[in-house]
């Protein structure tokens, strides 16, 4: 019995018949071959899957466009990444010793796609039934906790600029740093007359939500 096995199977609910693929989903592309990007394909339309049945289940009477905006706020990055620190993932990850050293192992950005990767892989092993049972666990009460559909970041701070008569947040980037696997972006959102604030993330679209987060928070 591995140690690996174990954890999976008190993390995962599932018990593995073949280590192979949960490996796989838990390598870095900078550690080398058979890494978790095919896998993270697949698991982000498991996850998709799992979470949409469930809402259709918990609000049966709401209409497609809230539907939407729930699912879309509980596969964000920033979830996934909650739910990979919530069991205990960043320890078990195999990353090569730049993507260390450039501290990938804490980027959201990886450890939302490793979760999803897990799916994947438990998917593929188990089934959906398997997929979607971890899914309800490790996203918890998060469906029932969101007494009303929540908007993005960069949404949110869109309307706010078109309730208040101002012109759209404005988002450059002012710094890209670091090797492709663990490239760190810089953003700055402005919004004329109100002032600007900054996000980082492995990713634009990361750095923009980020820094959409931030402006949102100084917001009167």
């Given at each position: 019995m591995?140690?690996?096995?174990?954890?999976?199977?008190?993390?995962l609910g599932?018990r593995?018949?073949?280590?192979?693929p949960?490996e796989?989903?838990?390598?870095?592309?900078?550690?080398g071959e058979?890494?978790?990007e095919?896998?993270?394909?697949?698991?982000?339309?498991?996850?998709?899957?799992?979470?949409?049945?469930?809402l259709?289940?918990?609000?049966?009477n709401?209409?497609?466009?809230?539907?939407?905006?729930?699912l879309?706020a509980?596969?964000t990055?920033e979830v996934?990444a909650?739910i990979?620190?919530?069991?205990?993932?960043?320890?078990?990850?195999r990353?090569?010793?730049?993507?260390?050293?450039?501290?990938?192992?804490?980027?959201?950005n990886?450890?939302g796609?490793?979760?999803e990767?897990?799916?994947?892989a438990?998917y593929l092993?188990?089934?959906?039934?398997?997929?979607?049972?971890?899914?309800?666990?490790?996203?918890?009460d998060?469906?029932?906790?969101?007494?009303?559909?929540?908007?993005?970041?960069k949404?949110a701070?869109?309307?706010w600029?078109?309730?208040?008569r101002?012109?759209?947040?404005h988002?450059e980037?002012?710094e890209?740093?670091?090797p492709?696997?663990?490239?760190?972006?810089?953003?700055?959102v402005?919004?004329k007359?109100v002032?600007?604030?900054?996000g980082?993330?492995?990713s634009?679209?990361?750095?923009?939500?980020?820094?959409?987060r931030?402006?949102?928070?100084?917001l009167?």
């Open positions: 591995s140690d690996l096995s174990d954890w999976l199977e008190d993390k599932h593995p018949r073949g280590l192979a949960f796989a989903a838990l390598t870095h592309a900078s550690f058979g890494n978790y095919r896998l993270e394909f697949l698991g982000d339309r498991v996850l998709g899957l799992a979470v949409a049945h469930w259709i289940e918990t609000y049966p709401e209409p497609e466009g809230n539907l939407s905006q729930r879309n509980l596969v990055r996934c909650e990979a620190r919530e069991l205990e993932l960043t320890p078990r990850l990353l090569g010793r730049q993507a260390i050293d450039d501290g990938v192992f804490d980027s959201d990886v450890l796609d490793v979760v990767a897990l799916i994947g438990l092993e188990a089934g959906f039934e398997a997929a979607s049972k971890f899914v309800r666990a490790a996203w918890a998060r469906v029932d906790r969101l007494a009303a559909p929540p908007k993005h970041p949404a701070l869109q309307e600029t078109a309730a208040q101002r012109r759209a947040p988002y980037v002012v890209a740093r670091g492709d696997h663990a490239r760190r972006f810089t953003v700055t402005t919004i007359g002032g600007e604030a900054t980082t993330g492995l634009k679209q990361e750095a923009e939500t980020e820094a959409a931030a402006m949102l928070k100084d009167p």
